[in-house]
């Protein structure tokens, strides 16, 4: 498995933003050429961007992480009572401490950056299943094109609009990536 560590910007058409406080994006060199297919099969108006990939644990980062996930779960807690099943989910490393076939993905709208999460993942559900009525083309495009080529979405409905997804190398991607 090869990882390709990326900066903010445009790579091969597709868009990097590091979410902060990361300064950059480390990937797996399949899934970023599968995501780079992806963004070519993608109507003019909409452009992935990729915002977060490996973590490793016993950095700065990932300690920064381990922190905002600590207090994240306290607020959770409270915020959302009768939420307390998914904190696995949302908080849960989801993969991105082992390699760096877990990403997260983003979208812009025309230019716009859309944020389907503007409260992270404290965004209440019913403003995000606004933000998913509104969206739904937009994502419904995007969602279908990374299953497509590999990327199992998470189950989680807050992580689903995080687009936390795994890759997977599939024969579509054999037959048409490689
Ligand atoms: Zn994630």
Redesign the pocket.
């Known amino acids: 498995m090869t990882m390709t560590t990326l900066t903010r910007g445009s790579h091969g058409g597709l868009r990097v933003s590091p979410r902060w406080p990361a300064r950059y994006v480390h990937v797996d060199a399949d899934a970023l050429k599968a995501l780079q297919h992806i963004q070519t099969q993608l109507p003019e108006e909409l452009t992935l961007i990729l915002t977060?990939g490996y973590e490793a644990r016993a950095t700065h980062l990932g300690f920064a992480r381990t922190q905002f996930r600590k207090f994240g779960i306290g607020v959770f807690r409270r915020l959302y009572p009768n939420r307390q099943h998914e904190i696995t989910d949302i908080f849960g490393s989801?993969g991105?401490d082992v390699d760096g076939t877990?990403?997260?993905i983003s979208f812009c709208l025309n230019g716009r950056r859309i944020r389907m999460l503007p409260l992270g993942v404290f965004t209440p559900p019913s403003w995000q299943q606004r933000r998913v009525e509104r969206h739904a083309s937009s994502l419904n495009c995007i969602l279908t094109l990374l299953k497509r080529y590999g990327f199992q979405i998470h189950r989680n409905a807050t992580?689903r609009l995080?687009i936390?997804c795994d890759f997977r190398v599939n024969q579509r991607f054999r037959d048409t990536i490689l």
């Open positions: 977060r989801n991105h877990h990403v997260d992580e995080q936390h």
